[in-house]
């Protein structure tokens, strides 16, 4: 027997419920990990939130920029940890996976602006 046409629609609707259900704890737990990086930094590295203030880590550091008003996209962050930023320093350390996370966390969090 051969599927129907609403069967195969109905396949394929259920995988991509299921990917988008994945997908949404994945980013939720991406968002726990960079949370946690900006906070406590990744020793030796210090954390971001000794320099920055940013309100979703509670954080009330006062060296660097307020990123709640900066409002930085998730590229502009990732390349001040790459490459540093005026008295900032290059967090290239951390290493892709980790910057990747930082980046899209403080983006999110303090209300990336929109292009």
């Given at each position: 027997?051969?599927?129907?046409?609403?069967?195969?629609?109905l396949?394929?609707?259920?995988?991509?419920?299921?990917?988008?259900?994945?997908?949404?704890?994945?980013?939720?737990?991406?968002?726990?990990?960079?949370?946690?990086?900006?906070?406590?930094?990744?020793?030796?590295l210090?954390?971001?939130?000794?320099?920055?203030?940013?309100?979703?880590?509670?954080?009330?550091?006062?060296?660097?920029?307020?990123?709640d008003?900066?409002?930085?996209?998730?590229?502009?962050?990732?390349?001040a940890?790459?490459?540093?930023?005026?008295p900032?320093?290059?967090?290239?350390?951390?290493?892709?996976?980790?910057?990747?996370?930082?980046?899209?966390?403080?983006?999110?969090?303090?209300?990336?602006?929109?292009?």
């Amino acid at each position: 027997m051969r599927p129907t046409r609403f069967a195969w629609r109905l396949a394929v609707t259920a995988l991509i419920a299921a990917a988008s259900a994945s997908h949404a704890q994945t980013s939720s737990n991406d968002v726990a990990r960079g949370r946690q990086l900006f906070s406590l930094g990744a020793p030796p590295l210090p954390a971001c939130a000794l320099c920055h203030k940013l309100q979703d880590a509670k954080a009330t550091g006062a060296v660097g920029p307020d990123l709640d008003d900066l409002m930085p996209d998730a590229a502009r962050v990732e390349t001040a940890l790459r490459n540093g930023m005026g008295p900032m320093p290059s967090f290239a350390a951390l290493g892709d996976e980790q910057i990747r996370l930082l980046a899209r966390y403080v983006a999110q969090a303090a209300g990336a602006r929109k292009p």
